[in-house]
């Protein structure tokens, strides 16, 4: 009987590439959906509509508001600006707003200061939003911290980020079920069908060590993504909830590991590093040693797949969990 399911579940996935376009190659491990190519979606559903993007001033959330914008879609990016000699939500703002297509299509982009993982913040958010009349049609929850790293310990140097500024549990997890609370608040009040993606990590089902914290998030937003959006998958409206579980992106957050991999500070601390940093030289081959493509994957990568679990391709999607990481049969 077991094999008979396992042989159906396989069926299904394929299935599932073939109506994609038949080009994709997809697996499928405990309940997790592979896919290894940019999924297909029209472009055009999205002129004109309303999307948040938390995380959005740089990384995955840039990629993202990018992509949006290009799409002709009115994008909200908000950030906290912890250290804004890394980079800023209105320096976001300005290169988006620059590009040729995001002009050609009409695109708009604005900035919002937020940090998701105080609630009073993201109650002023979506209060700001009713006073603009700003109405969601689609979110994607991405903000989040790497938090603390410990080469060959556990919680020793841990426990002390409990609760503050660097806690990747309250950044990631606690952010995210705060600004879910919030958008499924807001699609409730406007009667409006919705669709939100969270940011969860291959390190969500599959943790690493030296980062307790991080994967503890991680895990939870998968959890929490399959909980929200079984519950309204139904009803009116219907919202539906995914998420993507990125392997290792091209992007600061990444990057910023080289220090602590060297033994200098945290990733929060210290020089910012860069692409052309002689540290994340020196590390980077250990990092793409661990992608089976043998490189990091491009934010628009990940841009790509949240544009598609937002769109109507993915209208019987939820509660469901994609990687972006080129691992095909692990």
Excluded at 80 to 95: I, L, M
Excluded at 103 to 117: E, L, P, T
Excluded at 269 to 292: H, N, R, V
Excluded at 310 to 328: K, M, P, Q, Y
């Amino acid at each position: 009987m077991i094999e008979i399911l396992l042989l159906i579940a396989a069926l299904s996935v394929a299935t599932f590439a073939n109506l994609l376009g038949g080009k994709y190659k997809v697996s499928s491990t405990d309940g997790i959906i592979h896919l290894s190519a940019r999924p297909a979606y029209d472009e055009t559903q999205f002129i004109g509509k309303n999307i948040l993007v938390t995380g959005g001033s740089s990384g995955m959330g840039y990629a993202t508001a990018l992509t949006f914008a290009r799409f002709g879609a009115n994008v909200v990016i908000v950030s906290r600006d912890s250290n804004p000699d890394w980079f800023t939500g209105n320096e976001a703002v300005q290169k988006i707003a620059a590009d040729e297509t995001v002009q050609a299509m009409g695109g708009q982009i604005r900035w919002y200061k937020c940090d998701v993982s105080k609630k009073e913040d993201v109650t002023a958010l979506f209060q700001q939003f009713e006073k603009d009349n700003f109405m969601l049609d689609y979110a994607f929850n991405n903000a989040g911290v790497v938090g603390a790293v410990n080469m060959g310990t556990i919680f020793n140097d841990t426990v002390q980020y409990f609760g503050g500024e660097h806690d990747a549990v309250y950044n990631n997890l606690v952010g995210c079920m705060l600004c879910l609370e919030a958008e499924v608040a807001q699609f409730k009040s406007s009667q409006k069908n919705g669709a939100i993606v969270n940011t969860a990590s291959v390190n969500g089902y599959r943790a690493a060590a030296d980062g307790p914290l991080y994967a503890s998030s991680k895990f939870g937003i998968i959890g929490l993504t399959r909980s929200v959006g079984t519950e309204y998958a139904r009803g009116s409206p219907i919202i539906r909830v995914n998420a993507i579980a990125p392997g290792f992106t091209n992007t600061s957050l990444v990057w910023q590991q080289a220090k602590v991999l060297e033994g200098i500070c945290q990733t929060w601390e210290g020089d910012y590093i860069t692409p052309d940093s002689d540290l994340w030289k020196k590390y980077a081959p250990m990092f793409q040693a661990e992608c089976p493509t043998g490189d990091l994957a491009d934010p628009m990568d990940q841009a790509n797949m949240v544009a598609f679990l937002l769109s109507d391709s993915a209208a019987l999607i939820t509660g469901s969990v994609f990687t972006v990481d080129g691992l095909i049969g692990e």
